[in-house]
């Protein structure tokens, strides 16, 4: 046991194997065992390595020759210049995802049609225990299987109730409950066509599998085959962003190699990159958080979901909801979409017609049935699954009369998912009016100007029940579905918006039994929550996704501040006296373009707590736009009031 890290550097040596610059270090801490993880930048192939500073800093925690630690670090031995080959392990050290399909138990998933939650994770999975089990102390890699480690206690699925309990709020429980879940799925359902998993491994040694497979594989290209492997030694690095070295399989070598983009002194750690992550992908898949998990530029991966659904009291609930799921088919029930299902019918209705000589009109006729049969199948197909899958907002109470909630990823960021979470809170802060203008198409924009618009809705999978009814925008802009209002609607709208965001930000907040504020002193106290602790990550999970939704409240907040100065300003312009007011300084009241400029003069302080600028260009940029077409309408009522009172009108309607 004590020379069981002694023994696996000598089998990768004597098979090949090149690390000399390098070494392993062990690290002690106040809380025992733990491990980090890491992985390549491009997707979710991850390997393991040892612990590491929170801050994404190397622990200065002091090394010595404990081998019941499991915490781990690779350190430099000389100083290393760029763009050196560092690690060099060769292939036949590799275990690969087609080693795995190649034993029995792989075949018999190779030859079945199950559904795997990470069908690569678990060739992998396989291979590990398989191996481990059938050829026991003769495996060619019992040097590297001695090495890992025999718990995971700092995954977050192997955690206690007690840990559990400090993520209270988060929504990484949910996801934690998701993960077992569907690695219990996977084992009894390979159980059931390979029955002598069963005998190699318990339910609880295949969780250990897939966390060690699921920290520790890389994302391969091995003779323009793309495969996933665990690389003994390689694992072993722990995540610093941004990356310090970089990571490849070479054909032409046939080893994996770890070569240097920087010069790293002689006794520094030697870090890979993880990828830029969310602090909820760190602690699921390695067993830690990052203290301050933020690139060069000052962005922060760290997201937190937001819940948006039509409320069951909404007066415009069915419209809504037709809106609001318009679209869903493909991601729900994992059958083809309405549009797509229509489309293909039209498709296949317009060829047959043809081929049959039939004149146009005919050709389009049989085109609409076909696509209205389609649209109309896939309404009922969506309505008889929605029973098996809708939530309330209040909990997990099915119930056929709620549309799905439907869950957007946000970030302290201007990105797509804030662009969705935008869209989707107009919608639901749709009046009558706005509600019809957005879903309703006002001309066909797929025909060539024969074809109705009703065969236009119905190519793109909307329900044949409005297909008659809906009234044209005024604007000219048809929305597919409730993802692209990419712009305001109105300043009514846009009020509304941002008041449900509050809403929705607050219940998210409420189901916390700590302040953000708490959060931050907390974690200034190292003996209550100890660095490498799960505790400790915990409480930095929690803090991040706080500090995400404080941001939308501020968000929300500011805007609705910003339109309350437009508001006055609209008012002003609308009884005519803004330009005296403005004139002669009689209003208190700040204006839109003061306001402005103390948002952006805030924002270049830089300081913390300081408005983001997202914040401040959306109230400048998409607020003024919003502001400049409202004053245009108010300007045109005013005017046809003028002209409505020389001409003897008695009143503006």
Request: charged share 25%; aromatic share 8%.
């Amino acid at each position: 046991e004590a020379d069981k890290f002694e023994k696996f550097e000598r089998w990768l040596r004597e098979n090949g194997a090149d690390y000399s610059m390098l070494e392993l270090r062990e690290y002690v801490t106040k809380e025992g065992v733990g491990s980090n993880l890491s992985e390549n930048d491009e997707g979710e192939e991850k390997k393991e390595a040892g612990m590491k500073d929170s801050n994404n800093v190397s622990s200065d925690c002091q090394s010595k020759n404990d081998e019941s630690s499991e915490m781990r670090g690779v350190h430099s031995r000389v100083n290393i210049p760029p763009n050196t080959v560092c690690v060099s392990i060769p292939r036949k050290c590799l275990i690969t995802v087609e080693m795995g399909q190649a034993t029995p138990i792989g075949q018999s998933i190779l030859n079945s049609d199950l559904d795997l939650d990470a069908p690569k994770h678990i060739f992998l999975m396989v291979y590990l225990l398989w191996d481990r089990k059938v050829n026991g102390d003769k495996s060619f890699f019992k040097p590297y299987y001695d090495i890992l480690p025999k718990t995971l206690s700092n995954m977050p699925i192997f955690w206690s109730d007690d840990e559990l309990a400090y993520l209270e709020g988060s929504y990484l429980l949910a996801q934690i409950a998701d993960r077992n879940d569907a690695i219990t799925d996977d084992y009894q359902a390979i159980c059931e066509i390979a029955p002598e998993l069963a005998d190699i491994a318990t339910l609880d040694e295949f969780k250990w599998a897939r966390m060690c497979v699921c920290s520790r594989n890389f994302g391969l290209q091995v003779d323009g085959h793309r495969t996933s492997a665990l690389v003994p030694y390689s694992d072993m690095l722990n995540h610093y962003r941004p990356r310090e070295t970089k990571w490849t399989f070479d054909d032409e070598s046939q080893c994996f190699t770890i070569t240097t983009l920087q010069t790293i002194p002689a006794g520094a750690q030697v870090y890979d990159s993880y990828g830029q992550k969310c602090n909820h992908r760190f602690l699921l898949n390695y067993g830690f958080a990052v203290e301050d998990n933020r690139e060069i530029d000052g962005f922060c991966p760290n997201e937190v979901p937001l819940e948006l659904g039509v409320m069951p009291d909404d007066p415009l609930f069915d419209a809504k909801q037709e809106f609001w799921t318009r679209g869903d088919g493909p991601q729900t029930s994992g059958g083809v979409g309405g549009g797509v299902a229509a489309l293909a019918a039209a498709v296949t209705a317009a060829s047959a017609s043809r081929h049959q000589h039939l004149d146009p009109n005919a050709v389009v006729s049989s085109a609409l049935e076909a696509a209205t049969a389609a649209a109309v199948g896939r309404n009922k197909q969506l309505h008889s699954n929605t029973s098996t899958r809708n939530c309330s907002l209040s909990g997990n109470i099915s119930d056929d009369s709620i549309p799905p909630v439907k869950r957007v990823r946000v970030c302290v960021s201007n990105n797509e998912n804030t662009r969705i979470l935008f869209s989707m809170l107009r919608v639901l802060a749709c009046n009558d009016i706005e509600l019809r203008a957005i879903s309703s198409s006002p001309a066909s924009s797929i025909n060539d100007g024969t074809c109705p618009s009703y065969v236009s809705r119905a190519l793109l999978g909307l329900s044949a029940s409005n297909m008659g009814t809906a009234l044209a925008s005024s604007s000219g802009v048809f929305y597919r579905t409730c993802r692209d209002i990419r712009h305001p609607l109105g300043l009514r709208n846009e009020r509304a918006a941002m008041e449900h965001l509050m809403e929705t930000v607050g219940r998210a907040l409420a189901m916390y039994p700590t302040t953000l504020t708490q959060d931050v002193i907390d974690l200034e106290d190292e003996m209550s929550y100890p660095r490498f602790s799960n505790k400790r990550h915990a409480k930095i999970q929690v803090r991040g996704e706080k500090e995400v939704l404080h941001h939308y409240a501020q968000w929300a907040r500011t805007s609705l501040d910003v339109m309350d100065v437009i508001e006055r300003e609209l008012e002003s312009e609308l009884c005519g006296a803004w330009e005296e007011r403005k004139q002669e300084e009689l209003s208190p009241q700040p204006s839109f373009d003061y306001v402005v400029r103390a948002l952006e003069e805030e924002e270049g302080m830089g300081t913390q707590g300081s408005l983001h600028h997202t914040i401040v260009r959306y109230c400048a940029d998409v607020l003024g736009a919003l502001r400049r077409e409202e004053m245009k309408n108010r300007k045109r009522i005013k005017s046809g009031k003028m002209t409505e009172s020389g001409s003897g009108a008695s009143g503006f309607v």
